[in-house]
């Protein structure tokens, strides 16, 4: 019997609804064919300290609707600057030799990288250091640039309509205005889309710098024409005209230090201030994260990774798999550098919105 080839997968950065997935079609697909799979633990920080295990059917039996990652994930670790420890002191040190080296000890040949943009951008260094290498896109957020999904978005944005739908019955049973912050980063898709399908009054996105007074006279209209409650969704990444983001917290190492939130909290006590009416806000946070995929991710999952282990067999290197037009193509990786996918300002979903009554606060 001919000796298979051996790839590696990994997860790196935040977890997200759909990564099981990815990871079962990826093993399915290669165990089946000319590859045989590992499993790096714990993203980026396991290639370089050497956590590998073997991943075949039985592994991978029974995660598809499974949320999290079976393989752990850090969005901290960064090979090319990674902690050491010297004499009780931590410095940052390039330690991708120790990359190549374990995958050498280990006969692996390529690499499936399972990311958001951080963990792509790594992943581009590494196929630069010559790691035959596939990403796939992964995010809640879906701003990765040359794809119109990124898996774990159509989960998060379900996540929070669900919510806006609870929050619905409580504002109009309370005469209240209920604020409902999302994550998405710079990127207001899923708070748009969640409005959208929960029939908020506001939605306000990084993309759309809003007037607070705007935001206030809408809800204090809504209330004058027999309709005392209003729901304001407000991406994390929302801001004033003029004003600064709401940062909550930095991670230091973490490829992107920021971490966004708190703005919910601040808009709900200044529509208080500003309408008479109570104003109360709820903060999603990891909930969008976690849990079950929808049966569209789960989809886009298995898609994805597929369409990694064929691109690799045909050879492909430093490619990113990604949705346009509704089929999977490759682009290549270095591509994530790009701008990121923003809602558009002036594209259909906005405009739909506000034909149905939305306000985005700059009306
Ligand atoms: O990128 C996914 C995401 O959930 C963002 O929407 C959010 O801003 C960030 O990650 C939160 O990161 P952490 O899990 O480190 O708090």
């Not at 705007?214 to 969704?233: D, L």
Request: charged share 20%; hydrophobic share 40%; proline share 4%.
């Amino acid at each position: 019997m001919t000796k298979k080839r051996r790839i590696a997968v990994l997860t790196g950065g935040g977890d997200c609804p759909g990564l099981n997935a990815v990871i079962r079609a990826v093993v399915k697909t290669a165990v089946a064919g000319e590859l045989e799979v590992l499993g790096v633990t714990n993203g980026f920080a396991g290639l370089v300290e050497d956590w590998f295990r073997p991943l075949g059917d039985a592994e991978v039996s029974g995660i598809l609707p499974r949320g999290g990652t079976i393989l752990g994930t850090t969005n901290r670790d960064n090979p090319f600057h990674y902690p050491v420890e010297n004499g009780g002191v931590c410095a940052y040190r390039d330690e991708s030799e120790r990359v190549l080296a374990n995958l050498k000890r280990h006969n692996v040949e390529g690499l499936i990288v399972i990311g958001g943009d951080g963990s792509l951008k790594i992943a581009t260094l590494l196929s630069a250091k010559g790691i035959p290498l596939v990403g796939v896109p992964k995010t809640i957020d879906n701003d990765i640039p040359h794809t119109e999904r990124t898996f774990g978005f159509d989960t998060a944005a379900m996540v929070a309509t669900e919510a806006l739908d609870r929050l619905h019955t409580t504002a109009e049973s309370h005469h209240r205005v209920m604020v409902l912050e999302v994550m998405g980063r710079y990127a207001g898709w899923i708070a748009l889309h969640a409005g959208i399908a929960g029939g908020a009054h506001c939605i306000l996105i990084p993309e759309i710098p809003y007037e607070l007074a705007k935001v206030a006279e809408h809800v204090r209209q809504r209330a004058a024409k027999g309709k005392p409650f209003s729901i304001v969704v407000v991406a994390e990444g929302a801001k004033p005209v003029g004003g600064a983001l709401t940062i909550a917290r930095r991670v230091e190492g973490s490829f992107e230090s920021i971490r966004l939130g708190g703005i919910g909290e601040k808009l709900a006590g200044q529509l208080e201030d500003m309408t008479g009416m109570e104003a109360r806000c709820t903060v999603l946070g990891h909930v969008q994260r976690g849990g079950t995929p929808t049966s569209y991710d789960r989809v886009l999952s298995t898609r994805y990774g597929v369409a990694a282990v064929e691109a690799y067999l045909r050879g492909e290197r430093g490619v990113m798999v990604a949705l346009q037009e509704n089929r999977i193509v490759t682009v290549p990786l270095s591509c994530v550098a790009d701008q990121p996918s923003n809602v558009p300002v002036e594209g259909e979903l906005v405009r739909v919105a506000r034909s149905v009554g939305v306000v985005f606060g700059n009306e």
